[in-house]
């Protein structure tokens, strides 16, 4: 274990960070859903607990009962429910660590879909995009300061993104790390490796910490997820205005 404890780097301000895959209803008994475990997201709440942050924490996975004494937790579903929380509340830092399911079934049955006797006919499903949690929260950032500080560049709010990459033909996981962070305008990109049965589930990994505006990548691991969290929320720390 770490002897190291961290400082209270973050005392007095808040921290909203999203954690596990969200579930996309087809019926009242069933969802689309992916393999995210919200081990990243539980690491990061707690590293951002640690450093004396308030922190909310958007989930769909329940946390471990430890961490849930030290933050206040928002148990959601679905990609408009974690919406609807993150766009609500007005942290001084935000990390989207949350596997948000693109889409969503275009409509959900009220009742059970059930086979039709005799017939080996199968539903199907219309999917429609959900929308980006991550980029309209950049927007609604962007939209606050604009009146107050037209001239300035400082971020009222620091915005964390996260991506998994595997790196494929049009270039490797850094090329497609660089241009995310470019696409969805936040200000700090974490760039998970992916493939081969890593980082899903696991508590290891190896991560590339982008800085938007800077040419620098600090890469941690494979370390386990509580490492990376700790030096993301160094990085963070950083970049938080002071008050
Ligand atoms: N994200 C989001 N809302 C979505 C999809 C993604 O807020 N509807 C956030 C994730 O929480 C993550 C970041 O966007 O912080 C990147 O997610 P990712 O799936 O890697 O990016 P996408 O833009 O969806 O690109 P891809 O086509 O590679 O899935
Ligand atoms: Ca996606």
Redesign the pocket.
């Known amino acids: 274990e770490d002897a190291v404890t961290p400082s209270g780097a973050l005392a007095g301000r808040t921290v909203l960070v ?1 954690a596990g895959g969200t579930r996309e209803a087809i019926d009242p008994v069933r969802y689309l859903g992916n393999r995210s475990s919200g081990k990243m997201g539980f690491a990061i709440a707690a590293a951002a607990a640690d450093r004396g942050a308030d922190v909310t924490f958007v989930t769909t996975m329940q946390p471990p009962a430890d961490l849930a004494q030290r933050v206040r937790v928002v148990s959601v579903e679905s ?1 408009l429910q974690m919406r609807d929380a993150v766009l609500a509340a007005t942290p001084d830092v935000l990390v ?7 889409f969503r079934p275009d409509h959900v049955a009220d009742a059970k879909i059930k086979k039709i006797h005799g017939d080996d006919s199968a539903p199907v499903i219309t999917l429609v995009r ?6 309209e929260a950049v927007r609604q950032r962007d939209a606050e300061l604009q009146p107050t500080a037209p001239s300035t560049n400082v971020s009222s709010r620091v915005i964390v ?4 990459e595997t790196g494929d033909a049009d270039g490797d996981v850094l090329h497609h790390a660089r241009a ?1 962070l470019a ?2 305008g936040c200000d700090v990109l974490v760039a998970n490796e992916v493939g081969d049965g890593v980082t899903f589930g696991q508590d290891s990994s190896t991560a590339h910490l982008l800085r938007r505006g800077s040419d620098d990548v600090v890469t941690v691991g494979p370390a386990p997820k509580s490492h990376i969290a700790a030096a993301l929320l160094d990085l963070v720390a950083d970049l938080v205005p002071s008050q």
């Open positions: 999203t990609a989207m660590a949350a596997a948000v399911a693109d959900n929308p980006d949690i991550l980029a993104g996260f991506a998994a995310k696409r969805k």
